[in-house]
C-alpha cells in the first residue's frame, strides 16, 4: 500500500537489480491522502538478495507558506510502501532513510536553521541543492526480527546509481468519447 501524507501527489516503488530497473511494485500518479488503497500485482515478482527497492514521492505545497518536515502527523509527510510477501520470514519491518551528507560549511545548522536557510535561498535553489545532497548521501537500511534466528540489524549503503530504468506505459483514456493519449 503506498502512503504519504496531504502533500503527497505521486508516490511509486521501484525494483533495481544489478543497477537497472527491472519492475514497478506500486504506483500513482494522482495520489491522494483520502483515497488510500492495497493495490495487488498484476504479477508475481521475485526480489532477490542484493536487489534494491526504491520508493520515491512527488509533493505539492505551493499552498503552505511554512515548511513542511517528515513525520507522523497528517500535517508532517512521509513516503512508504507496506509491502506483503511470503513465504514467511521472522521478520516485523524494514525501513530505510537517507543519511544527509550537509556540506561542511552548514554541518553546525540546526534542522530548525535549515528550514530557515531553505527559505532564504528560495524554493528552486534550494531544491536543486537538495537534491545533489539526497543523490549523494547513503542509505541507512534498518530491520528487527521477533525471533533469535532473524536478528535486529542496520546497515548503510550507498544511493543506487540507476543504469536503465522502465519506460512508463503510455496511458490512454477517453474524453467525450474520443480516445486521448
Known amino acids: 500500500m503506498l502512503h504519504g501524507h496531504l502533500l503527497a501527489r505521486g508516490i511509486r516503488t521501484r525494483l ?8 514497478r511494485l506500486g504506483e500513482d500518479d494522482h495520489y491522494d491522502f483520502n483515497f ?3 493495490r495487488l500485482l498484476k504479477k508475481e515478482i521475485t526480489v532477490l ?3 534494491t527497492l526504491i520508493t520515491e514521492c512527488v509533493y505539492n ?3 503552505r507558506t511554512k ?5 507522523l502527523s497528517t500535517r508532517q509527510e512521509m513516503c512508504m510502501n507496506f509491502i506483503a510477501y511470503y513465504p514467511r520470514v521472522d521478520l516485523t519491518q524494514c525501513g530505510s532513510q537517507l543519511q544527509y ?8 545548522l540546526s534542522t530548525q536553521a ?3 536557510f531553505l527559505q532564504l535561498k528560495g524554493a528552486h535553489g534550494f531544491r536543486k541543492a537538495f537534491e545533489q545532497i539526497a543523490h549523494n548521501s547513503p542509505v541507512k537500511s534498518s530491520c528487527q526480527g521477533l525471533r533469535r534466528n532473524y536478528p535486529s540489524h542496520a546497515k548503510t549503503f550507498p544511493v543506487p546509481k540507476i543504469a ?3 519506460v512508463k506505459d503510455k496511458k490512454t483514456c477517453l474524453d467525450n468519447g474520443n480516445l486521448v493519449g
Open 67 to 71: 515548511i513542511t518536515y517528515g513525520g
Open 16 to 23: 533495481i537489480r544489478d543497477n537497472v530497473e527491472i519492475a
Open 61 to 63: 505545497s505551493t499552498g
Open 114 to 116: 535549515w528550514g530557515y
Open 36 to 38: 488510500q488503497a492495497i
Open 164 to 166: 536503465k530504468s522502465l
Open 101 to 108: 551528507k550537509i556540506p561542511p560549511k552548514y554541518s553546525s
Open 49 to 51: 538478495p542484493g536487489d
